[in-house]
């Protein structure tokens, strides 16, 4: 069972920052990618960012570039997400999905946007920007 547990969400006022983390768990766990989602109320689950672990390659949408960078501590097997210059549409639960290895790179550059390319998710965290 491989576990994702999220953390470092909270209120913030429009041009402050958070840091999110997420720490994986699990036996026998080894990662292709990790990224985040997020899902504003009466909204669908929309992709935010995404690091390769291997090679560290990353994508984010286009609202949060420039303003979000994903990292990653391997030893650790914790990915984060610096928010930086938050503003009220950023105001979502933020979740924490891993692909798990042996995922074809070529495939995954093509769907990595997509929440049934992930194989395991976390139980979210709530960012609140007020403005």
């Known amino acids: 069972q491989v576990q994702l547990v999220e953390s470092g969400g909270r209120l913030v006022q429009a041009g402050g920052s958070l840091r999110l983390s997420c720490a994986a768990s699990?036996?026998?766990?080894?990662?292709?990618?990790m990224g985040w989602f997020r899902q504003a109320p009466g909204k669908e689950r929309e992709f935010v960012a995404v690091i390769t672990w291997s090679g560290g390659d990353t994508y984010y949408t286009d609202s949060v570039k420039g303003r979000f960078t994903i990292s990653r501590d391997n030893a650790k097997n914790t990915v984060y997400l610096q928010m930086n210059s938050l503003k009220p549409e950023d105001t979502a639960v933020y979740y924490c999905?891993?692909?798990?290895?042996?995922?074809?790179?070529?495939?995954?550059?093509?769907?990595?946007?997509?929440?049934?390319?992930?194989?395991?998710w976390g139980q979210g965290t709530q960012v609140t920007v007020s403005s």
């Open positions: 999905a891993a692909c798990a290895a042996g995922k074809s790179s070529a495939l995954f550059r093509l769907n990595y946007e997509y929440a049934p390319a992930y194989d395991y």
């Open positions: 699990g036996r026998a766990f080894s990662m292709y990618a």
